[in-house]
């Protein structure tokens, strides 16, 4: 017997904010959702597994239109055509409270209840003597433990846990509907089938409790290879897993260290080298890449000199290297000066004491307590995409400040220095 594992589908999810990034192939991002469950479909097909499972989130929240559920819904044809039936729970994305257009599923899906856990009526899953308990999410934050009321296990049966849970480590994700291995153990199942984090993996062995990842990779942290398991139980009931790729467009970092790197052209050679390999690993797909140049330069001034000129240089790069399949979604400059400024001998005048103020103000966390808080009503002000997220101004940070200064003093000295030779 084998079976599809999926989760967090989040079909048509809205990309927020993409059109600001420069060169973005949007409708390709857009419809990978889409390509990414056709993918599941013919998998299903082609191994000829017994059923599917898929442990929430199948939506991204209430549609816009009813195209979304109709999509869905000619996939999941496809697999009743296949006489391959699916079971499926919502989660905190496509709670039933949140979900306020539905249509009729095909009646090889069978997508369990939110009130309390139940065992799936599904016939075929009877006769092939395979038992799956799950619940819904009701609403969008679930915090209670739901694992604790599911069903014992079924004595004869291959009994499978679906659960959409962030255990009792959420690694980034909410906390909704916590539990602790020990209470997936205690039900005595064969396999819990989780859904929730995105990061795919194996959180116990005895038994089976496996995240199988969502099946499309929808923004920068979420990189590397997304699809579903297939697991196969033999007749002892030992179950093995296999992952298997469903994305069609996929995020990666490709990070540069150019400490030794001497000449400027050196770092698009360097480039180069590292995309050809990210292209070779991921068979060829479309990717949004993020690179990040770090290490002790003495290349860390000229860069920051003239960033944009350089994130241009880098973007043609990727596109000359690619043939077009590689975006460039950020650039990162995350590099120190190879040439200590601590010594203010070496500058003389204003532009020293400005140097040897910057020194100590970087060094010193209750001067900088007091100016993040002088910045706390500026921050306050302004909109939330500068202050959230990965890229945004935690001006109300001292930390924050103190990084900003280790960037910003060789440029600041460096173009001084320059204005005063001139």
Not at 121 to 142: I, M, P, T, Y
Request: proline letters at 4%.
């Amino acid at each position: 017997m084998k079976f599809i594992h999926a989760a967090d589908i989040h079909l048509d999810s809205p990309l927020r904010g993409l059109q600001r990034y420069e060169g973005a192939p949007a409708e390709e991002i857009r419809e990978a959702t889409r390509r990414a469950l056709e993918n599941l479909v013919e998998l299903a097909i082609e191994e000829e597994v017994d059923f599917v499972l898929i442990a929430g989130d199948i939506y991204d929240g209430d549609w816009k239109d009813h195209n979304t559920g109709l999509f869905f819904v000619s996939q999941m044809s496809r697999l009743r055509d296949a006489d391959i039936p699916v079971v499926m729970i919502s989660g905190n994305h496509d709670a039933a409270n949140k979900m306020t257009k539905s249509l009729r599923l095909p009646d090889n899906v069978e997508l369990l209840p939110h009130k309390k856990p139940v065992t799936a009526k599904n016939k075929k899953l009877h006769e092939l003597g395979v038992a799956v308990h799950g619940r819904s999410f009701g609403k969008a934050a679930e915090f209670d433990n739901f694992a604790i009321d599911y069903p014992q296990k079924q004595t004869g049966m291959y009994n499978i846990g679906l659960l959409h849970t962030s255990l009792t480590d959420p690694q980034g994700h909410e906390p909704y509907a916590p539990c602790s291995i020990g209470d997936l153990k205690q039900k005595g199942y064969d396999y819990w089938a989780l859904g929730h984090v995105h990061h795919r993996g194996k959180q116990c062995s005895d038994p089976l409790v496996v995240f199988s990842g969502n099946i499309q990779g929808r923004h920068i942290r979420e990189s590397g290879p997304k699809g579903c398991y297939i697991v196969t139980v033999d007749d002892r009931s030992e179950s093995s897993l296999e992952f298997y790729s469903l994305d069609v467009f996929r995020w990666e970092s490709c990070e540069l260290d150019i400490t030794k790197v001497k000449r400027d052209d050196e770092i698009l050679d360097l480039l180069s080298t590292e995309l050809s390999k990210l292209i070779e690993s991921n068979n060829d797909l479309p990717m949004g890449v993020r690179v990040i140049l770090f290490g002790k330069t003495d290349l860390h001034e000229l860069l920051l000199a003239e960033p944009i000129a350089w994130i241009n240089q880098i973007r043609a790069t990727a596109i000359v290297e690619s043939g077009g399949k590689i975006w460039v979604e950020k650039v990162k400059f995350e590099t120190s000066s190879a040439q200590s400024l601590e010594d203010n001998s070496v500058l003389d005048g204003p532009i020293g004491e400005l140097n040897a103020y910057v020194n100590e103000l970087r060094n010193n966390k209750t001067e900088l307590l007091e100016i993040a808080e002088e910045l706390s009503d500026l921050r306050r002000k302004l909109p939330d995409e500068i202050t959230h997220g990965d890229e945004a101004l935690l001006l109300n940070d001292p930390e924050y400040l103190q990084k900003m200064l280790d960037e910003i003093q060789p440029l600041l000295m460096t173009r001084l220095s320059e204005g005063l030779s001139a």
